[in-house]
Structures are given as C-alpha cells and as structure tokens.
C-alpha cells in the first residue's frame, strides 16, 4: 500500500485500538440471532420430521405440502444455512490465509447458495407441483 | 533503513494457539462445538437430498429413503442429530455467557457438562420417540 510511507507510524500501530473493521459486530450479532431462532425451530422441525416417520412418498409429499410443515421446514433451512454460513467463515477466517482463504469464502457462499435455493424450491415444488 | 512493510522480526501470535495450554473440559467443549460445527454444515448435504429426492418422484425418494434407513444411514443420521443437540446446547451456553452470565468457574464446569450430558440424552430420547411413534 502506497499509503504506509506517507507515515513513520507502523501498520500495526495504525489499525491498533480501532476495533474491528465496522462490520464485525453485524456478523457477531446475527451468529446470536439465528442461533436464538434455531432454538424453536428445531423443535418444530423435529416435530414435523417425526411425522414423517410412518408415512410413504404419498405421505410424505402430503405433509411436507402442507402450509405449517412447508413453513417450518423453509425457516429451519434458510436460518440453518445462514448460521453455519457465518460459522464456516468464521472457521476459514481463523485457519486459512492468503489465496487459498479467497478461495474458500467463495466456495462457502456458493455452497451456503445453493444448497438454500435448491433446498426451498424442492419444498415448494413438493407443495404446488 | 528497512521498509515500513517489512515483516516483524518476530512472528505474532496466530488463532488457534491451543498446544500453548493444558487442555480442560471446556476447552475441550469448545474444539467439539466447531467440529460438530463443521459436521453439520456437510451433513445439510442429507437434508438437501432428501428435500430434493421427494420433490422428484417415487424412485428417487426410495434411494434416499433406503439409504437412510440402511444401518450406515441411520449410524450418520444418529450422528447427524446428536452433533445437532451437542452443537445446539453448546450455542444456548454461549448465549448465556452473552447475556453475561455462568463464567465462574462451578458455573462453566456445569455448564459444560450440562452440554456434554445434555446432548446425549436429547439424542437418545429423540431416538426413543422416533422408534416409538414409527
């Protein structure tokens, strides 16, 4: 950075007591929030993966389509991806560096996407398709 | 001179540090949390096949459904939900501590076996319930 020989003061001493870089107290702040959130909604999932226990496709299909069951199991995912989003960077964050932590947040994202869409389009295609 | 950019002389510290302590319970509870961490975020993979499986047809929810009723589907479904349990109280734990509480030493010893107990015992009665009710 060209800017570090404008001064004599180190990088270290620059950054030094100025907290993380604004937007680390968000990330913090929605790890608790989704946390808090998943508490009720593995209640309800267990509750609507338990129903499915007796039943075949047909079943299955018929629950799962239903209003509640369609609901929770979407709220449950979505929450669920969100949270171990931020936990996988926050894991790539402590062990990998340079390039390869590049690479890795990127294949985090993907994944965390993906896995959301693909997993609330197949509840909503069980409910309406 | 040397450059302002130059590397330290000495290498600072670097997360994670562990080998420095000896380790403890809640030390230990806390290498576990990440692990089952870790596990989970691939076991969504599972969750995501099945959900993908029964919006298809018949024959692609049989594959998922044998395969989660086979011996290895149940061993990495039992797993799956107790890293969830263990994971899951271990975050109630934390939000404890946020809240400002338990960090006296009875208190995160407890708390900690609280946790460790905890999530067995949810695993085996959600098992119990899911063998009854099937």
């Known amino acids: ?129 | 001179m040397a450059s302002p950019n130059a590397a330290p002389t000495r290498a600072r510290p670097l997360s994670p540090h562990l080998s420095v302590y000896r380790l403890t319970l809640t030390m230990a509870m806390s290498i576990v949390h990440r692990i089952t961490g870790g596990a989970l975020y691939v076991g969504t993979l599972l969750l995501a096949w099945f959900l993908i499986a029964t919006s298809m047809d018949a024959s692609a929810f049989a594959t998922v459904s044998a395969f989660l009723h086979s011996i290895i589907g149940r061993l990495i479904l039992f797993g799956f939900s107790w890293a969830w349990f263990h994971h899951a109280l271990g975050g109630v734990r934390h939000l404890i501590w946020d809240a400002g509480y338990g960090f006296d030493k009875p208190e995160r010893e407890w708390l900690a076996q609280g946790t460790l107990i905890g999530g067995l015992v949810l695993t085996i009665l959600i098992w119990s319930i899911g063998y009854a009710v099937r």
């Not at chain 1, 907290?19 to 990330?27: I, L, N, V």
């Open chain 1, 1 to 129: 950075m060209a800017a570090d020989h404008d001064s004599l003061r180190s990088p270290l001493a620059k950054v030094r007591y100025l907290g993380s870089a604004r937007s680390g107290a968000q990330e913090n702040w929605l790890m608790r929030l989704t946390s808090a959130a998943l508490i009720p909604l593995t209640v309800a999932f267990v509750w609507v993966m338990m129903s499915l226990l007796s039943k075949d496709y047909n079943g299955v299909r018929a629950e799962l389509g239903r209003p509640l069951p369609a609901v929770i199991v979407m709220l449950f995912v979505l929450v669920g991806i969100y949270h171990m989003q931020i936990g996988m960077r926050s894991i790539i964050l402590d062990y990998l560096h340079g390039q390869s932590k590049e690479w890795a947040l990127m294949a985090n994202l993907f994944f965390a996407g993906i896995l959301a869409i693909a997993c609330v389009y197949a509840v909503l295609r069980i409910g309406f398709v």
